[in-house]
């Protein structure tokens, strides 16, 4: 199952790290799944998107469970109580207030027993992280490059007195940091308990307004005045047009390559600390990535720029040999980033949605399936499965009808479809398995606007619907299938595979 922990039904209009995920494992093990996608846990900058964030290392602080932490005695009950509510429907701004105000009450600091050893172990991206929030607050949210130019340049004495001042908020956020942690820790250790393998994903880019940019500048390729002389994004596809132009600020990669690319294996650590499968975002720009000048509004003028993915991830495999990492080789796939998922054996990815409507060798295709790799019907960028049948063009529909040899196109077909197909992990969108209409889309690729708001409804899946999926699940063997890892053995023992992304 691919859903957002966001996704999830619960308070304040947000799913969390505490009962709402552990129901959600529950129903995951009553249909036969024993994995569960959820998309970045870290904290969005704005639009809700997980994909562009403050942080790299950070933990998201709306997904924090308050009544975990109140019965694990890390919170004062009688601050909650007093505390107000934030409004009906999803306020991450009131969400994040009231943990504030949680975390410098008096009471908050009753039970610290791990906060300091934590402040320690993650002293190297943590307090930077803190300060920049503090910040940020500070200077009314505004991009740490419009900062006076001292904050902005880090000079050492302006921001030693700036942790001397904004010491209370900056304690804060670092006790957030740590429920956060000790939450998103316990959902592993109940994953496990549950025998279902957590399924992680990291962006390849981070955010120009980010801690990461601000506090190791040298890494980035960042102008003096904190400008982007290029941006990231993708050249004109099925998404868009023009191309997407990302913002994201192109990395400094001869720096990475200097220090045996000591950031990248420090994030791939946090990142696993979390989860016991990680896939790349945008995998292939570990073999050349889509540069666009920037200041231009549109990205069709980019070009691509080499990058040394070859050395990433032989330095990532020797820091994490028994780790399971999956490409997400999606987009222009050419055959040199074929040759570097092969290289590094790394299983990647079909999605049923981009095989129909085009020639015979199309690879998304079942019969080009490979066993080691992951089937999708459509990723959390996709329409859902049964708007998709709606909307498909005649030719893409008279050849899926064609070869799948049904007189009308329908989710369940497709759902099958990729369950019977030979890759061994197969993911499957709760909106395909409901089905749900494109109202109940997650993301609208290239839009900036209405994605990332769909919620599950309280009651969850239906009855019904499980038991057709674990009907499905025990039908076409995937509740207890597991891909190997490079080294050929089980990264995941005994833990199978049927994945589902969130819907309205």
Avoid at 49 to 74: K, N, Q, T, V
Avoid at 234 to 251: I, L
Wanted: hydrophobic share 45%; net charge negative; charged share 20%.
């Amino acid at each position: 199952m691919l859903l957002s922990v966001t996704s999830l039904a619960g308070a304040r209009g947000c799913g969390r790290l505490g009962a709402p995920s552990r129901a959600w494992l529950q129903t995951l093990r009553s249909a036969g799944c024993t994995l569960w996608q959820i998309l970045p846990l870290t904290p969005p900058l704005f639009g809700e998107s997980p994909y562009m964030s403050a942080s790299a290392f950070a933990l998201h602080a709306a997904l924090i469970d308050e009544e975990d932490l109140l019965r694990d005695g890390l919170a004062c009950p009688t601050r909650c109580a007093s505390l107000s509510q934030p409004e009906e429907g999803w306020d991450p701004a009131g969400v994040r207030r009231r943990m504030v105000a949680l975390a410098t009450d008096p009471g908050a600091g009753t039970r610290s027993e791990g906060l300091d050893a934590f402040r320690e172990a993650q002293s190297t991206w943590l307090e930077d992280y803190a300060l920049f929030v503090a910040l940020k607050e500070q200077h009314d949210g505004r991009p740490w490059w419009e900062w006076p130019a001292a904050l902005r340049d880090r000079d050492p004495q302006t921001l030693e007195s700036a942790r001397r001042t904004l010491a209370e908020r900056i304690s804060a956020e670092v006790r957030i940091q740590w429920w956060a942690h000790e939450q998103a820790c316990a959902l592993r250790s109940a994953a496990r308990e549950e025998g279902i393998t957590l399924f992680g994903d990291m962006p390849l880019f981070v955010a120009h307004d980010s801690a990461d940019v601000w506090a190791q500048r040298a890494l980035f390729r960042v102008a003096p005045d904190g400008s982007l002389p290029v941006v990231a994004g993708v050249p004109p596809d099925a998404f868009s047009e023009e191309g997407q132009r990302w913002g994201n600020p192109h990395y400094a990669w001869s720096r990475h390559e200097a220090d045996g690319f000591a950031w990248w294996r420090a994030r791939v650590e946090r990142q696993l600390t979390y989860c016991d499968a990680l896939r790349i975002d945008h995998f292939r720009g570990l073999v050349a990535v889509w540069e666009v000048p920037g200041g231009d509004e549109s990205a069709a003028l980019g070009r691509w720029v080499e990058t040394p993915g070859d050395a990433l991830l032989s330095a990532l495999r020797v820091a994490f040999p028994e780790a399971l990492l999956v490409a997400e080789d999606l987009g222009v796939i050419t055959e040199e980033v074929n040759a570097l998922r092969e290289a590094h054996a790394l299983p990647g990815m079909h999605v049923l949605q981009f095989a129909f409507g085009g020639a015979a060798s199309n690879p998304h295709l079942p019969h080009h399936h490979r066993p080691e790799g992951v089937v999708y019907t459509g990723t959390h960028d996709n329409d859902t499965l049964a708007g998709w049948c709606e909307t498909l063009d005649p030719r893409a529909a008279d050849h899926a009808r064609a070869y799948l040899g049904v007189d009308a196109l329908s989710a369940p077909c497709l759902v099958r479809t990729a369950l019977a197909s030979v890759a061994t992990w197969a993911i499957l969108p709760v909106q395909d398995l409901l089905p749900a209409g494109s109202a109940q889309r997650l993301n609208h690729p290239g839009s900036a606007e209405g994605n990332w708001s769909w919620r599950m409804s309280p009651e969850g899946l239906a009855p019904a619907v499980t038991e057709r999926l674990a009907h499905w699940t025990s039908l076409y063997g995937r509740s207890g299938t597991a891909l190997a890892s490079p080294e050929g053995s089980a990264a995941v023992a005994d833990e199978g595979l049927a994945l589902v992304t969130t819907t309205a």
